[in-house]
């Protein structure tokens, strides 16, 4: 069965620091959306994507935070300088067009910034 | 706007028996509905999903969960749980005119007692 991939499963980084998170979504999928989850809380949206172009963003999504498809398969998100509040489980999911709303989820990325 | 609350943050069950968590959603109009399981360090897993049609919806794992547009709930339940449903559930939903992304509500844990 298909799958989304998400590389690295955990980064530890420096506050400071850019981070950049993959995803590869599934083959015929074209809508991705990038959620995250600070450890004890509930799963956050951050951000969706298509049609190489921001569809929408939560107010968590500020100016250091980005994302690109930049070779047509994998999906990343960078955080260009990163804060201790950052630190939180990062999800990407992805949809296609047709069994519209059923977001699949990648396995996410453990992010810690010390 | 729209909101999702999970009243119980945790529920101990004994091994064998059944299984109720609660959902409800706050907004206009009937959204699609979902609820995810997650085991602990994983990524969410979809147990079933409710777009429209039948409000009893059958899942994975011997999980169901009933619509009620009245009551603005989508409740889960299972008639004899496995130790190995102890993880945490999180109520969905998403609206097509709200692009889409899903807003979770803050999850059940579910301890099963042998």
């Known amino acids: 069965e298909p799958e989304v991939t998400q590389t690295p499963s955990h980064q530890v980084t420096q506050m400071g620091q850019e981070v950049i998170l993959r995803c590869v979504p599934i083959?015929?999928?074209?809508?991705f959306y990038w959620y995250r989850q600070i450890l004890g809380q509930k799963v956050e949206f951050l951000v969706s994507?298509?049609?190489?172009?921001?569809?929408?963003k939560s107010e968590i999504f500020d100016d250091q935070f980005s994302v690109e498809r930049p070779d047509g398969s994998n999906f990343t998100l960078k955080i260009r300088s990163t804060k201790l509040e950052d630190s939180a489980m990062y999800f990407c999911?992805?949809?296609?067009?047709?069994?519209?709303?059923?977001?699949?989820f990648g396995p996410g990325t453990r992010l810690t910034v010390l | 706007a729209q909101s999702v609350t999970q009243p119980d943050i945790h529920i101990t069950v004994s091994e064998g028996a059944s299984l109720e968590l609660r959902c409800n959603y706050s907004y206009g109009a009937t959204p699609y509905l979902f609820w995810y399981v997650q085991s602990p360090g994983q990524g969410l897993q979809l147990l079933l999903k409710y777009f429209s049609g039948d409000t009893l919806v059958q899942g994975i794992k011997g999980f169901e969960a009933e619509f009620k547009r009245s009551q603005s709930s989508f409740n889960l339940r299972k008639p004899s749980v496995h130790w190995s449903d102890a993880a945490e559930y999180f109520c969905?939903?998403?609206?097509?005119?709200?692009?889409?992304?899903?807003?979770f509500g803050g999850g059940t844990r579910v301890l099963v007692k042998p």
């Open positions: 083959s015929n999928h074209l809508y």
């Open positions: 994507f298509y049609n190489n172009e921001i569809s929408e």
């Open positions: 999911a992805t949809r296609d067009s047709i069994t519209y709303n059923e977001q699949f």
């Open positions: 969905a939903v998403c609206f097509k005119a709200a692009g889409n992304k899903l807003t």
